[in-house]
Protein backbone atom coordinates (compact mmCIF):
# COMPACT_ATOMS: atom_id res chain seq x y z
CA UNK A 1 0.00 0.00 0.00
CA UNK A 2 0.98 3.21 -0.52
CA UNK A 3 -0.36 6.75 0.57
CA UNK A 4 0.50 10.01 -1.62
CA UNK A 5 0.59 13.36 -0.67
CA UNK A 6 0.58 16.37 -3.12
CA UNK A 7 1.79 19.59 -2.06
CA UNK A 8 2.88 22.83 -3.53
CA UNK A 9 0.13 24.63 -5.81
CA UNK A 10 -0.71 27.60 -6.10
CA UNK A 11 -1.59 30.87 -8.01
CA UNK A 12 1.24 32.08 -10.24
CA UNK A 13 1.21 34.72 -12.71
CA UNK A 14 1.90 33.25 -16.60
CA UNK A 15 5.53 33.06 -17.27
CA UNK A 16 6.35 31.81 -13.68
CA UNK A 17 7.04 28.82 -11.85
CA UNK A 18 5.74 26.33 -9.52
CA UNK A 19 7.58 22.95 -8.11
CA UNK A 20 4.93 20.59 -7.33
CA UNK A 21 5.90 17.39 -4.84
CA UNK A 22 4.29 14.58 -4.12
CA UNK A 23 5.85 12.62 -0.64
CA UNK A 24 5.35 8.76 -0.37
CA UNK A 25 4.64 6.65 2.36
CA UNK A 26 4.41 2.95 2.49
CA UNK A 27 7.24 0.35 1.70
CA UNK A 28 9.57 -0.17 -1.60
CA UNK A 29 8.77 3.68 -2.74
CA UNK A 30 11.78 2.79 -4.94
CA UNK A 31 9.97 0.18 -6.96
CA UNK A 32 7.30 2.27 -8.05
CA UNK A 33 7.00 4.45 -11.44
CA UNK A 34 4.83 7.58 -10.75
CA UNK A 35 3.04 9.94 -12.85
CA UNK A 36 1.56 13.10 -12.90
CA UNK A 37 -1.72 13.71 -14.21
CA UNK A 38 -4.05 16.89 -14.25
CA UNK A 39 -7.57 17.63 -14.68
CA UNK A 40 -9.08 20.87 -15.77
CA UNK A 41 -12.65 21.92 -15.29
CA UNK A 42 -14.95 20.06 -17.78
CA UNK A 43 -12.27 18.30 -18.91
CA UNK A 44 -10.93 14.69 -18.87
CA UNK A 45 -7.92 13.68 -16.87
CA UNK A 46 -4.90 14.00 -18.57
CA UNK A 47 -0.78 12.55 -18.54
CA UNK A 48 1.51 15.42 -17.82
CA UNK A 49 4.79 13.42 -17.19
CA UNK A 50 6.26 10.17 -15.58
CA UNK A 51 9.35 8.74 -14.40
CA UNK A 52 10.88 5.21 -13.93
CA UNK A 53 11.20 3.44 -11.00
CA UNK A 54 15.04 4.58 -11.00
CA UNK A 55 14.50 8.03 -12.51
CA UNK A 56 16.41 7.11 -15.46
CA UNK A 57 13.74 7.26 -17.88
CA UNK A 58 11.57 10.40 -17.98
CA UNK A 59 8.10 10.98 -19.93
CA UNK A 60 6.52 14.11 -21.19
CA UNK A 61 3.26 15.45 -22.50
CA UNK A 62 3.72 17.21 -25.72
CA UNK A 63 1.67 20.27 -24.01
CA UNK A 64 4.68 20.30 -21.43
CA UNK A 65 8.02 18.85 -23.18
CA UNK A 66 10.48 21.91 -22.48
CA UNK A 67 8.85 23.79 -19.77
CA UNK A 68 8.38 20.86 -17.16
CA UNK A 69 11.09 18.11 -15.72
CA UNK A 70 9.82 15.72 -13.72
CA UNK A 71 12.80 14.40 -11.08
CA UNK A 72 12.39 11.88 -7.58
CA UNK A 73 14.20 11.34 -4.59
CA UNK A 74 14.21 7.68 -3.63
CA UNK A 75 16.20 8.40 -0.15
CA UNK A 76 13.60 11.06 0.59
CA UNK A 77 10.67 9.24 -0.64
CA UNK A 78 9.49 12.29 -3.10
CA UNK A 79 8.68 13.07 -6.89
CA UNK A 80 8.86 16.36 -8.08
CA UNK A 81 7.26 18.42 -10.62
CA UNK A 82 9.10 21.49 -11.77
CA UNK A 83 6.71 23.94 -13.99
CA UNK A 84 8.73 26.39 -15.76
CA UNK A 85 6.89 28.85 -18.09
CA UNK A 86 3.76 28.32 -16.76
CA UNK A 87 0.60 29.23 -19.22
CA UNK A 88 -3.19 29.78 -18.19
CA UNK A 89 -3.90 26.66 -20.02
CA UNK A 90 -1.82 24.82 -17.60
CA UNK A 91 -4.33 25.62 -14.79
CA UNK A 92 -5.57 22.44 -13.11
CA UNK A 93 -5.90 20.21 -10.44
CA UNK A 94 -2.80 18.23 -10.37
CA UNK A 95 -2.46 14.42 -8.99
CA UNK A 96 0.61 12.22 -8.26
CA UNK A 97 0.47 8.20 -9.35
CA UNK A 98 2.36 5.48 -8.36
CA UNK A 99 2.75 1.82 -10.29
CA UNK A 100 4.87 -1.23 -9.76
CA UNK A 101 6.52 -1.67 -13.69
CA UNK A 102 7.33 0.13 -16.18
CA UNK A 103 6.27 4.50 -16.75
CA UNK A 104 3.60 4.83 -18.78
CA UNK A 105 0.93 7.47 -19.76
CA UNK A 106 -1.99 5.20 -19.12
CA UNK A 107 -3.71 6.48 -15.77
CA UNK A 108 -5.61 3.14 -16.03
CA UNK A 109 -2.32 1.52 -15.18
CA UNK A 110 -1.82 3.44 -12.04
CA UNK A 111 -2.63 1.71 -8.70
CA UNK A 112 -2.33 4.52 -6.09
CA UNK A 113 -3.36 8.30 -6.64
CA UNK A 114 -3.15 11.45 -4.27
CA UNK A 115 -5.74 13.74 -3.65
CA UNK A 116 -4.36 16.36 -5.86
CA UNK A 117 -2.61 20.15 -5.84
CA UNK A 118 -4.22 22.80 -7.60
CA UNK A 119 -2.79 24.81 -9.92
CA UNK A 120 -3.88 28.16 -11.17
CA UNK A 121 -2.09 30.19 -13.83
CA UNK A 122 -3.33 33.82 -14.01
CA UNK A 123 -2.80 35.84 -17.63
Known amino acids: QVQLVESGGGLVQAGGSLRLSCAASGRAFSSYAMGWFRQAPGKEREFVAAISWSGKNTYFADSVKGRFTISRDNAENTVYLQMNSLKPEDTAAYYC????????????????WGQGTQVTVSS
Open 97 to 112: AARLGAATDYEGEYDY
